[in-house]
């Protein structure tokens, strides 16, 4: 599948008081600003039309709009996030998804999901139940996808925030994942990369119109996705990363 648009979300000023579990300290804001225009310039080098939302200072952790929709080839759902202080951030996303689709669904109460739960591979996907996704809101999406034509499967997410922080999709039937998913039974027959324990961070690599996003920093991982045929743009995303946030948490593509 190839992208046209994307949609992202400048970090505001409140960004360094986001939720983390990382323990990596507090994110330097001056450099996450030019990180987050430096993931821009990249989206806009793989042929995407970048729309910037202006910063939200009720919201620190808005700039990871990931979470806050899926975008489909023909509908869009807006999440419930799992995050009780992220749930204002749904508002103005599905106000600029609105601009680009006229049939959005939407996740309702008692479900939760965040979109960095559901990876699509293909024309299937995945939805992975975790500590920010519930099993009723995984039950609403897939409702919702099959209700339209789109096959999905559940995953358990074990010990990880999001089922994206262990597993990618980088298109031509190929997933880059740590060792947990390579043995989990959905993908252990898969034509799958590996990330090294050590590198884990890095299983968040996103692929876009070719092209394959890596994290700076991670070598082994790097080598293994330029080996099996990707093009790459290495990004320093160190201040997303303190907020528990990767590459592709901070767009919508679609």
Same mark, same amino acid.
């Given at each position: 599948m190839r992208f046209s648009h994307a949609i992202v979300r400048k970090p505001c000023k409140n960004f360094t008081e986001g939720l983390s579990s990382a323990g990596l300290g507090k994110p330097d804001y001056s450099l996450a600003l030019r990180q987050h225009h430096e993931y821009v310039r990249a989206l806009e080098?793989?042929?995407?039309?970048?729309?910037?939302?202006?910063?939200?200072?009720?919201?620190?952790?808005?700039?990871?709009?990931?979470?806050?929709?899926?975008?489909?080839?023909?509908?869009?759902?807006? +999440?419930?996030?799992?995050?009780?202080?992220? *749930?204002?951030? !749904?508002? %103005?996303? =599905?106000?600029?998804?609105? #601009?680009?689709? &006229?049939?959005?669904?939407t996740i309702h109460e008692p479900g939760t999901l965040e979109a960095g739960d559901v990876m699509m591979a293909?024309?299937?996907?995945?939805?992975?139940?975790?500590?920010? +996704?519930?099993?009723?809101?995984?039950?609403? *999406?897939?409702? !919702?996808? %099959?209700? =339209?034509?789109?096959?999905? #499967?559940?995953? &358990?997410?074990?010990?990880?925030?999001?089922?994206?922080?262990?597993?990618?999709?980088?298109?031509?039937?190929t997933f880059l994942a740590v060792d947990t998913f390579r043995m989990h039974p959905e993908f252990r027959h898969r034509n799958i990369i590996p990330v090294p324990n050590h590198e884990a961070y890095a299983a968040n690599s996103l692929w876009v119109n070719g092209m394959v996003l890596v994290p700076q920093g991670f070598p082994i991982t790097l080598k293994n996705i330029r080996n099996t045929g990707y093009e790459t743009i290495e990004l320093d995303i160190s201040e997303f990363r303190k907020l528990d946030g990767g590459l592709s948490c901070l767009s919508l593509r679609f």
């Open positions: 080098i793989c042929r995407l039309e970048v729309t910037v939302l202006p910063p939200d200072e009720e919201y620190p952790d808005s700039t990871f709009v990931e979470d806050t929709a899926l975008l489909t080839r023909y509908i869009a759902i807006t +999440t419930r996030p799992g995050a009780e202080s992220r *749930l204002g951030e !749904i508002n %103005e996303v =599905h106000r600029a998804v609105g #601009s680009y689709y &006229e049939n959005i669904f293909g024309e299937h996907f995945y939805i992975g139940i975790s500590e920010r +996704t519930n099993r009723e809101g995984a039950r609403q *999406l897939l409702q !919702i996808l %099959e209700h =339209h034509g789109i096959t999905a #499967s559940l995953v &358990e997410v074990p010990g990880m925030l999001h089922l994206k922080t262990g597993i990618s999709y980088l298109e031509n039937n």
